[in-house]
């Protein structure tokens, strides 16, 4: 039988202050690690991607190649890649010569750049992303050319 009046030493159920600012601060500090480290590897996934869209053996050099091997010629603009042309050469075309528009930009959204003949790769074409930055010529820029670093 318990006493009439008198309450007993028991600890209630839940959670201290300092218990819970504990789990912030811990939560806090896990997130200042884990972030960053997410978002340079976003970065480096996109460049990666960027790098297999404009590589030797990406899709948009084998609808380059494609395009060079039915018409005996390299194309002018990438456009040419999905677009059947007109006159003569129309029936040479055995476009399209790659899957998705959506593989003529990058993965930040901006058209890839082409150019025949190439200035880095003579007798050939440069294909180039600006990069992360946006920005034609700079040191992010990713292309089918070879950088000495």
Known sequence: ???????????RGGFTLIEVLLVVFIIALLAAFVVPN?????EQAQKSLAQSLV????????????FRMAMGRYPKELSELVQK?????AAKWGGPYINDVSQLKDPWTNELQYKYPGT????SYDLWSYGP?????????IG???TEK
Do not use: H, L, S, Y
């Not at 997410?38 to 976003?42: A, D, M, R």
């Not at 042309?85 to 050469?89: A, F, K, L, R």
């Not at 930055?133 to 820029?141: A, K, M, N």
């Open 1 to 11: 039988m318990r006493p009439i009046g008198r309450m007993e030493n028991r600890r």
């Open 38 to 42: 997410f978002i340079g590897t976003q």
């Open 55 to 66: 590589g030797a053996n990406g899709p948009v050099a084998t609808g380059v190649n494609m």
């Open 85 to 89: 042309p007109d006159g003569d050469e």
């Open 120 to 123: 880095k790769n003579e007798g």
């Open 133 to 141: 930055d946006g920005q034609d010529g700079t040191d992010d820029d």
């Open 144 to 146: 089918n050319w070879r």
